[in-house]
């Protein structure tokens, strides 16, 4: 395999989808892409982060898969200069001592994160149900019943189209990742009910087994600050402490 190799037996037809996988570790890069080549995806791998950033923005893949700890430009930063021009969606490997990078890469707008060492059987699973919650699952995603986008939610400034992946508030864009829009839709579809923590990760996370309480208040952060950012004032996100969350229509 060589370094910034760019994409490794990639079908033009068909269902195929293309990982690009960053990590400074070659083992890791040679065991995950040719796990992942198994499972029908073709692979892009980068050990530097400024390389893989000027590729995937100049030939977006389906999915990344970002280490966090790098020399040059670590994940984070990679990831805050994809977030800049795309929503691609991204997935963490962190270490286990590296709890803080977790929940900062939530911060700047991770999709999913796996702590090392991991198993390649979930890393899949996850890349997997990643790519469905965006509509990009294969023909054996679309057979086993992957959700169709739901309809247009309109409340008060606020408009959601799931099918467009589109957010706007007062007529103003707001660009939310998957995760993000999947737990904002889930408090809009019923304004003014509560929605625990473990409600708003099964309506982002519908596939996965666990998902860390601070995950979800990492979300709600960001989803505000985005909103603040085209609305100084908002504050249609109510926290109810030892509940969980609502949305406030008008």
């Not at 198994?38 to 892009?44: D, L, N, Q, Y």
């Not at 898969?65 to 984070?76: A, E, S």
Request: glycine share 6%; charged share 30%; with cysteine.
């Amino acid at each position: 395999m060589q370094e910034e190799q760019a994409t490794v037996e990639e079908r033009a037809a068909g269902d195929r989808r293309t990982i690009a996988l960053v990590d400074d570790d070659r083992n890791i890069l040679t065991t995950v892409s040719i796990a992942l080549q198994a499972e029908g995806f073709a692979t892009r791998v980068y050990s530097d982060g400024e390389a893989a950033l000027k590729a995937i923005c100049e030939n977006p893949p389906d999915l990344a898969v970002f280490d966090i700890k790098m020399p040059r430009m670590d994940g984070i930063e990679l990831l805050r200069r994809v977030r800049e021009r795309s929503a691609l969606p991204v997935i963490f490997l962190t270490s286990k001592d590296d709890e803080g990078d977790e929940e900062f890469g939530f911060e700047v707008g991770a999709d999913d994160y796996i702590t090392k060492p991991f198993s390649l059987r979930l890393l899949i699973a996850r890349i997997r149900a990643l790519l469905r919650r965006v509509g990009l699952g294969t023909s054996e995603d679309t057979a086993a019943g992957s959700p169709e986008p739901g309809p247009v939610i309109e409340r008060g400034r606020l408009r959601m189209d799931p099918a467009r992946h589109q957010v706007m508030w007062e007529e103003r864009p707001v660009s939310l990742t998957v995760t993000e829009f999947l737990i904002l839709e889930a408090l809009a579809q019923r304004p003014g009910v509560i929605k625990s923590r473990n409600q708003l990760m099964d309506a982002a996370y519908p596939d996965d087994v666990f998902v860390d309480d601070r995950t979800v208040d990492s979300h709600i952060k960001r989803i505000r600050r985005k909103f603040r950012s085209v609305d100084r004032n908002f504050g249609a996100i109510e926290t109810l402490y030892g509940a969980g969350y609502s949305f406030a229509d008008g």
